[in-house]
């Protein structure tokens, strides 16, 4: 079991990275989003719960998606 206040600060964290993965918001916004007082805090949180920072798993993220873009587009076949 854990307390509400773990309960909610998991649910919170769970819910800001799907957010930061999807990147339509700016990290501000999802820590207002979710109901953290501030950004930092957030980030704060976020490091100590997935080892990295929101920035950084947005940042990786993009990387992916842009390699599975890239690879999409390379075996994708001729158009016309």
């Known amino acids: 079991g854990c307390t509400p206040y773990q ?6 964290l ?8 999807q990147g339509r918001l700016a990290l501000v916004e999802v820590a207002q ?3 953290f007082s501030s950004q930092s805090h957030m980030t704060t949180l976020f490091q100590r719960a997935y080892g990295q920072t929101p920035g950084e798993l947005r940042r990786s993220n993009q990387r ?7 690879e999409t587009a ?7």
């Open 7 to 12: 309960f909610v600060l998991k649910t919170r």
């Open 14 to 21: 769970q819910m800001a990275r799907e957010l930061v993965t």
């Open 33 to 35: 989003f979710v109901g």
């Open 64 to 70: 992916f998606m842009a390699r599975v873009d890239e």
């Open 74 to 80: 390379q075996k994708a076949p001729p158009a016309g």
